[in-house]
């Protein structure tokens, strides 16, 4: 990740982390992305770890982000767009509470901005169940093995939204 004073930093837990880092990678405004695994209560979690749902982390993507270029609103709008937020522990055919929906908040402003942004969209009408997403605190954040950066990217394979 990136050191410039004026970035700040968002992560979002929205199943599995190889598609929500691609879709976040592709927005202008972005300056980085990783993958790892927070939430839970192991020091330097293992994929193999988290795996076995006993960790109690989320796969995570952390961004790095320039607020000049593009607002926490909008990485709140990209998040909910590309994943379904009404489930618990899923997303598709994975399984888990690493696979959760998640808000890990790093600032009050951010919290109000995640939980104001969930409540409207829950009286949108838009899903048909209430929005599951957790907000939280930001944990500590380990980043995944390397084979788990920009996967889909290294692959050549593009996100179907």
């Known amino acids: 990740?990136?050191?410039?004073?004026?970035?700040?930093?968002?992560?979002?837990?929205a199943g599995c982390f190889w598609g929500v880092e691609q879709t976040f990678r592709e927005l202008p405004g972005v300056v980085s992305t990783e993958v790892g695994y927070t939430g839970g209560t192991v020091k330097n979690?293992?994929?193999?770890?988290?795996?076995?749902?006993?960790?109690?982390h989320a796969e995570t993507v952390r961004i790095q982000y320039d607020p000049t270029k593009i607002s926490y609103d909008k990485l709140l709008e990209t998040f909910f767009a590309n994943h379904n937020p009404t489930?618990?522990?899923?997303?598709?055919p994975d399984v888990g509470p690493q696979y959760r929906s998640a808000i890990f908040y790093e600032n009050a402003e951010q919290e109000a901005?995640?939980?104001?942004?969930?409540?409207?969209?829950?009286?949108?009408?838009?899903?048909?169940?209430?929005?599951?997403?957790?907000?939280?605190?930001?944990?500590?954040f380990f980043r995944a093995e390397e084979y788990h950066q920009q996967y889909l990217e290294k692959r050549g394979q593009k996100v179907c939204h």
């Open 87 to 92: 489930t618990v522990d899923r997303q598709g």
């Open 1 to 13: 990740m990136e050191n410039d004073k004026n970035l700040q930093t968002a992560m979002f837990a």
């Open 45 to 56: 979690p293992t994929y193999e770890q988290v795996c076995t749902s006993r960790t109690g």
């Open 113 to 140: 901005a995640a939980k104001a942004y969930k409540e409207k969209l829950d009286k949108s009408g838009k899903f048909h169940s209430p929005i599951a997403t957790q907000i939280v605190p930001a944990q500590d």
